[in-house]
């Protein structure tokens, strides 16, 4: 065998070697994701993938509702809720790795109509009333729809508004019944009204002030099934550094939330 045809040869063999060790180092993640946070976890996913090889599988609900499907046996490996209290408590009742929880993000609550014009820049839509139906996530099992509840509360308005609120699954629904017209407006995450740039994609909106309701402090943490041992499996760890790091605080400062 000449020379040059055997460097050839080796320099093929290597070449698959890398790829099949960079294949057996990739791995998906599992990852249970708050609904508010949609649109920027699907931004980092694809940076993550880029940067990292690994793959996030994601699936977008309320937290109460991923909560009950982990205690369940659901297959999630991490979970990045929209509070504070669900990561905790997984952790307390050893559904999750102990210690493991951070907040990457502080959500933010808006009052949102798909309508320009419809609300304005202090709220009084909510004193008004002049609409039939507000629309507001499970306050049970969402975060921000307890924080809907408690600014309308604080306000003073819930009990003239209470017949008037529609209640979604979670605040993804809550949004679409308010981008479709199915209720004129109602309270969502800052997050979801604007675009990757950072601005409104359309209609009127209220920025609820921050001292109306709970800070929505959002943690994230290891699920059990996403250990080995006592452990991240290597595709978790990466995930949950990578939340930490510059690109992903980026993307979560652009849809408008807290760090």
Not at 169 to 186: D, K, P, R, T, V
């Amino acid at each position: 065998m000449s020379r040059p045809l055997f460097r050839s040869l080796a320099l093929i063999a290597a070449l698959v070697l890398s790829l099949a060790a960079s294949a057996a180092r990739a791995d998906e993640v599992q990852v249970a994701v708050a609904a508010n946070f949609t649109a920027p976890m699907q931004k980092i996913a694809a940076l993550f993938a880029q940067d990292t090889g690994h793959k996030a599988v994601l699936a977008f609900g309320s937290t109460g509702k991923f909560y009950a499907q982990i205690k369940n046996g659901a297959p999630f490996e991490v979970l990045l809720a929209a509070d504070d209290e669900t990561p905790a408590r997984l952790e307390q009742e050893g559904a999750a790795l102990a210690g493991s929880h951070f907040t990457y993000a502080v959500g933010k609550l808006v009052l949102w109509s798909a309508q320009p014009g419809v609300v304005d820049a202090a709220g009084e839509v909510l004193r008004r009333g002049n609409f039939t139906h507000l629309a507001i996530a499970n306050p049970k099992l969402a975060p921000y729809g307890a924080a809907g509840i408690a600014a309308m509360q604080a306000l003073g308005v819930y009990d003239a508004l209470a017949p008037k609120i529609v209640q979604a699954e979670n605040i993804g629904q809550a949004y679409q019944f308010i981008a479709s017209g199915n209720a004129q407006l109602g309270f969502v995450a800052y997050a979801q009204v604007l675009d990757e740039q950072g601005q409104l994609k359309g209609g009127s909106m209220w920025l609820v002030p921050a001292k109306l309701y709970r800070p929505i402090r959002q943690d994230a943490v290891v699920l059990t099934k996403g250990t080995a041992g006592s452990q991240p499996k290597p595709a978790v760890a990466a995930l949950m550094q990578y939340l930490r790091g510059d690109k992903a605080r980026a993307v979560i400062q652009t849809y408008g939330y807290g760090l």
